[in-house]
Nanobody, 122 residues
Framework: QVRLVESGGGLVQAGGSLRLSCAAS????????TGWFRQAPGKEREFVAQ????????DYADSVKGRFTVSRDNAKNTVYLQMNSLKPEDTAVYYC???????????????WGQGTQVTVSS
């Protein structure tokens, strides 16, 4: 049974930083593209970032490019999202995802975590 468990969310002031982690189990982690989506209140869920199975290729939404960094540690079955220069509009529930397709920017990943809340105050 595949499980993705996020942690690291919380409340931070604008301009601050947070690091999200996502621990995966029940899967051969190194075979999956992994990434992050988010959903703000009243808005549709949106793509944030993705990293390839070997960590060599990353992709970011324009709204977070230059501020967020996605990384992974295949030895620990964990993917990370370092978020810097946070803005109030980054407030959302952040979801970890995993997909075996191997294609870039997977918009409907096969597996999802339960989400972690990030709130950025102005």
């Amino acid at each position: 049974q595949v499980r993705l468990v996020e942690s690291g969310g919380g409340l931070v002031q604008a301009g601050g930083s947070l690091r999200l982690s996502c621990a995966a189990s029940g899967m051969t982690f190194r075979l999956y593209e992994t990434g992050w989506f988010r959903q703000a209140p009243g808005k549709e869920r949106e793509f944030v970032a993705q990293i390839s199975w070997n960590g060599e290729t990353t992709d970011y939404a324009d709204s977070v490019k230059g501020r967020f960094t996605v990384s992974r540690d295949n030895a620990k079955n964990t993917v990370y999202l370092q978020m810097n220069s946070l803005k109030p509009e980054d407030t959302a529930v952040y979801y970890c995802t995993a997909d075996p397709s191997g294609i870039p920017r997977v918009l409907k990943p096969k597996f999802w975590g339960q989400g972690t809340q990030v709130t950025v105050s102005s």
